[in-house]
T-cell receptor, first 112, second 114 residues
Framework: EAAVTQSPRNKVAVTGGKVTLSCNQT?????MYWYRQDTGHGLRLIHY?????STEKGDIPDGYKASRPSQENFSLILELATPSQTSVYFC????WGSGQLYFGEGSKLTVL | GDSVTQTEGPVTVSESESLIINCTYS????????LFWYVRYPGEGLQLLLK?????QKGSSRGFEATYNKETTSFHLQKASVQESDSAVYYC???????????FGKGTSLTVIP
């Protein structure tokens, strides 16, 4: 069974602090994605990756960085967190063949 | 631009009634859009319900069906008789070529009353 795990599941941060959200997948998928979901919006793509060492900007990359050090791991980094980044973040992996995404359970971030 | 619009929730139906959740898409920069329905059951992660990659084709899963209509740019989700276990949040999504991005609707929360 495909598995994507995110950590932490819940995080409270202070404005200006650094936050790192981590994602690990055991699917051996090339593609990985970071989305955020807010009330009144669908999932919006922040960054994605085609494989180890690659990161690409999605639709809303401002204020976020990403890192893909290996096939399995994909991190989302908020260098200077702001209250507007309070949200639920979802990581996903996907393979080109099926086009199916496999999601983690989400990370709830609150920036005070 | 590329986007997905779906039925605003929440939607409440009684068990054994029929259901339709509307989804329309705009794929101005995607040559061959692929269409998906994802679902999140209470306490679980988002998971694929069904997908269709060819216009004119129908996808089905767990009693749900959706037909990819290129003429009306629609991909409505239908079920003839819902069950309480169908209570969940449903998301319509559009995938671009190479799956660089997936565009999701806002989600439709469905509650089925027994």
């Amino acid at each position: 069974e495909a598995a994507v795990t995110q950590s932490p599941r819940n995080k409270v941060a202070v404005t200006g602090g650094k936050v790192t959200l981590s994602c690990n997948q055991t699917n051996n998928h090339n593609n990985m994605y970071w989305y955020r979901q807010d009330t009144g919006h669908g999932l919006r793509l922040i960054h994605y990756s085609y494989g180890a060492g690659s990161t690409e900007k999605g639709d809303i990359p401002d204020g976020y960085k990403a890192s893909r050090p290996s096939q399995e791991n994909f991190s989302l980094i908020l260098e200077l967190a702001t209250p507007s980044q309070t949200s639920v973040y979802f990581c996903a992996s996907g393979d080109w063949g099926s086009g199916q995404l496999y999601f983690g359970e989400g990370s709830k971030l609150t920036v005070l | 631009g590329d986007s997905v619009t779906q039925t605003e929730g929440p939607v409440t139906v009684s068990e054994s009634e029929s259901l339709i959740i509307n989804c329309t898409y705009s794929a101005t920069s995607i040559a061959y859009p692929n269409l998906f329905w994802y679902v999140r059951y209470p306490g679980e992660g988002l998971q694929l319900l069904l997908k269709v990659i060819t216009a004119g084709q129908k996808g089905s899963s767990r009693g749900f069906e959706a037909t990819y209509n290129k003429e009306t740019t629609s991909f409505h989700l239908q079920k003839a008789s819902v069950q309480e276990s169908d209570s969940a949040v449903y998301y319509c999504a559009l995938g671009d070529t190479g799956y660089q991005n997936f565009y999701f609707g806002k989600g439709t929360s469905l509650t089925v009353i027994p």
